[in-house]
C-alpha cells in the first residue's frame, strides 16, 4: 500500500489561511467555511502531486521551487508552497489580486 503523503503549513501559511477565511465569512460566514474545507483538499491534493503547481519566480533564490495553485472553488486564493520528499511544505495563501512580488520580496522566511 502507497505511503500517505504529509502536507505540512508553516505557521505563516496558518495565519494567512485564518485571514482569507475571515474576509471571506465578513460577506458570508458559510463560505469561510467553505474556504476551509476547500483550502484542506487543495493541500491534500498537492501534497499527493507536488509538481502539479506553477513554479514561480519572484527574483528570490531563497524562493527557489517556489509553487502555487489556486484553492478549488476559490480560484482567486493561491497556495504558494515547496515540493518536498514527503509531500509539500506551505508557505503562504494569499488572494492573487494583492501584489505578490511585493510580498515575496520582503518575506522570505515564512
Known amino acids: ?7 505540512t503549513k508553516r505557521p505563516s501559511a496558518q495565519r494567512d489561511i485564518v485571514e482569507c477565511a475571515l474576509f471571506i465569512a465578513e460577506d458570508k460566514p458559510s463560505a469561510g467555511e467553505r474556504f476551509l474545507d476547500a483550502v484542506e483538499a487543495t493541500v491534500q491534493f ?3 502531486h507536488p509538481h502539479t503547481g506553477r ?6 533564490p531563497q524562493l527557489e521551487g517556489l509553487r502555487c495553485r489556486p484553492v478549488k472553488g476559490f480560484k482567486k486564493f493561491l497556495i504558494f ?15 492573487g489580486a494583492r501584489d505578490l512580488p511585493a510580498l515575496f520580496d520582503v518575506d522570505e522566511g515564512g
Open 1 to 7: 500500500m502507497a505511503r500517505r503523503r504529509r502536507a
Open 46 to 48: 498537492l501534497a499527493e
Open 55 to 60: 513554479v514561480q519566480d519572484f527574483g528570490n
Open 81 to 95: 508552497y515547496f515540493p518536498t520528499t514527503e509531500g509539500i511544505d506551505v508557505f503562504h495563501v494569499y488572494h
